[in-house]
C-alpha cells in the first residue's frame, strides 16, 4: 500500500516529493535522476520506501537503469 506523505519520516517525504514529480514528467527513472542529480539505485529505493509497487512503466525503467548501472560499472 502506498503511503501518505504525512505519515512519512522526513526522508520518506522527501523521495514522496521526488516521485510524485517524475510521475508527472513522463520521464524515466534514469531521465529524472539525471536531471535532478539523484542517484539511480537510492530512488529505487525511495520508490519501495514508500511503497510505490504499482507505478506504470516500471520495468522500462528498471531494465534502462540496469544498462545505465552496467555502463557505469565497466
Sequence with gaps: ?????KSLSPRGRFWHKHVQQWQRSG?????YCKEHQLSVLRF?????TIGCNT????????????MAIQEACR
Design 1 to 5: 500500500a502506498q503511503k501518505t506523505s
Design 27 to 31: 520521464a524515466t527513472q534514469v531521465q
Design 44 to 48: 529505487a529505493g525511495g520508490v519501495a
Design 55 to 66: 507505478i506504470e512503466g516500471l520495468g522500462r525503467d528498471i531494465e534502462e537503469a540496469g
